[in-house]
């Protein structure tokens, strides 16, 4: 992974995006933005590797040395799910994951949200809910995929946790990409102390776990068919 530190506007909250980033002690409570049909939480229970139908992408039981304790569905139509991860040190939880892919929304008038516009909108609403935020930092990412390095955009924090860690002081990170008509978001939370050993496992983590290569029709050109090239997502 490489970030290039940067300075992003904070748009003012919206209050029509109703979902919570690092909620709850253990993901479950987390919303992902701008889905109609939205709530419908079920957790899904398998210990194979679950499939994302709508693009094919795969979450297996196991990513490197991260265990998947949790699948769940937002929609209906299960366009809209997450898989939890955790990542254990002799015993010891030191990490959890949480991996998520959902539809872009399309704006009638203005067209798909951009990266930009969502990563603006997830940004914003942090400072909303967490008010014992500090030492922020964000910037770009970029990521190696199996057909072409693929950009995005992260934010990370400390905070104590009520819950989750026994209140000890954590970061939280936010690593967000668009692929093609996805969204595709990582969420990290690790204790402070353990963020050395934590950041070289997450790399190979995010590394091992590959996206699908896709193609997908542009809403306002229905007639095209346009390929997932490297980078193309960046806009």
Known sequence: MQTKASTFSTFKYLAVICLVIFAGCDGSSEKTPNQPNQP???????????????TGMQFPAEVGDFKRVKVI??????DNISA???LDYFGFKIA??????????????SGPVSLEKHYDELR????????????LEDGEIKIGQPFGPQKGLMFKFTHKPPELFKSTLCYAKLYLFKHGPWFIKYRVTNPVKEDVKVEIEFGKFIHALTWPQLSYTDPNQPDIITPITPDSNFN
């Open 40 to 54: 419908h939480f079920t957790e899904i229970k398998t210990t194979d590797a679950y499939v994302h139908a709508p």
């Open 73 to 78: 569905q937002y929609d209906q139509a299960a």
């Open 84 to 86: 939890e991860y955790v």
């Open 96 to 109: 959890e994951v949480t991996v998520y892919i959902y539809p872009v929304e399309n704006d009638p008038i």
């Open 124 to 135: 914003a609403l942090l400072f909303n809910i967490y008010t014992d935020a500090s030492n």
